[in-house]
């Protein structure tokens, strides 16, 4: 197994780029989406920060798509061969705005694969480095990280929960389910099965229900960032601690500093333990 593992590392370096377009139509869903009461977009209205996330969807033909709904592997990402994938985190600059109307282009490589053993057994974390550029220019450089897993030996104790890193200041909280999984899913054309098929999650991944989509997670937190804050956000770094579930509620915090020039920001599950964590910098 080590082998093959260490032979992935033959995919750092690899590249892809593509074209994509900010769209009236897929604006004004990822607004409902978020249940967001916003004006009809209009060509020229700049891009809510974060909402880059629906752009860039991964697409292959059905006959390409593996056991779990994602693409199989060994397309752009490599073949990692442990069953279980998610979202890990990721680290986000902000140059400048999209706009709707925007044709954009992306352009990312494979930054690194590296492979560890972790409580529940060995582990692989895939990060990708992208750069989004507008007609005006460079908008966004975004690394990504993705984490290979073992499947869930039975009997693993859970992972001990975190607290909050900071003391609440700004606070929301969102009960999804699994309506808004699937809408976020399909805006986004993640056909991942973890997302909407209780039957595979629960049977196949071992898990208790459908899980929360990490990269909606992040996005949330963008959210009550852009609602607080003064000034727009710069820089994001984020970390996926642990899983969240529908119809649980999720509490959204953040901590601004003193001058308002960065802000801690998590999620935490319904017992308070920490599910996502990150730190912002503002303009």
Do not use: C
């Amino acid at each position: 197994m080590m082998q093959e593992l260490e032979k992935l590392k033959e995919w750092i370096g690899q590249k892809e780029s593509a074209v994509d377009y900010v769209t009236v139509p897929a604006v004004h869903r990822l607004a409902a989406t978020l249940d967001r009461d916003d004006p009809f977009p209009k060509m020229g209205d700049p891009l809510p920060i974060g909402w880059h996330q629906i752009l860039f969807p991964r697409v292959v033909r059905h006959s390409q798509i593996g056991a779990d709904g994602h693409p199989e592997r060994g397309d752009f990402l490599p073949p990692v061969p442990l069953p279980r994938r998610m979202f890990a985190g990721k680290r986000t600059t902000f140059h400048a705005d999209l706009q709707v109307g925007d044709a954009v282009r992306r352009d990312s490589v494979i930054q690194d694969v590296t492979s560890k053993r972790g409580r529940t057994g060995q582990m692989v974390f895939v990060t990708v480095k992208t750069d989004i550029a507008s007609p005006r220019g460079l908008a966004i450089t975004e690394e990504q990280d993705f984490v290979y897993r073992e499947a869930a030996p039975g009997g693993t104790p859970p992972q001990p929960p975190q607290p909050a890193p900071g003391r609440t200041v700004w606070s929301r909280t969102v009960t999804p389910d699994p309506v808004m999984l699937f809408r976020y899913s399909a805006l986004t054309f993640n056909g991942h099965r973890i997302h909407y098929d209780k039957p595979y999650v629960t049977r196949v991944e071992g898990y208790p229900d459908l899980i929360m989509n990490g990269g909606l997670t992040t996005l949330l937190v963008f959210e009550l960032a852009r609602t607080h804050a003064s000034t727009p956000m710069r820089h994001i770094a984020s970390r996926n601690v642990r899983a969240l579930f529908v119809n649980q509620p999720i509490t959204f915090g953040g901590e601004p500093s003193a001058d308002n020039r960065t802000a801690k920001l998590w999620a935490l599950n319904p017992d308070g333990a920490l599910a996502l964590t990150a730190e912002a910098e503002f303009r």
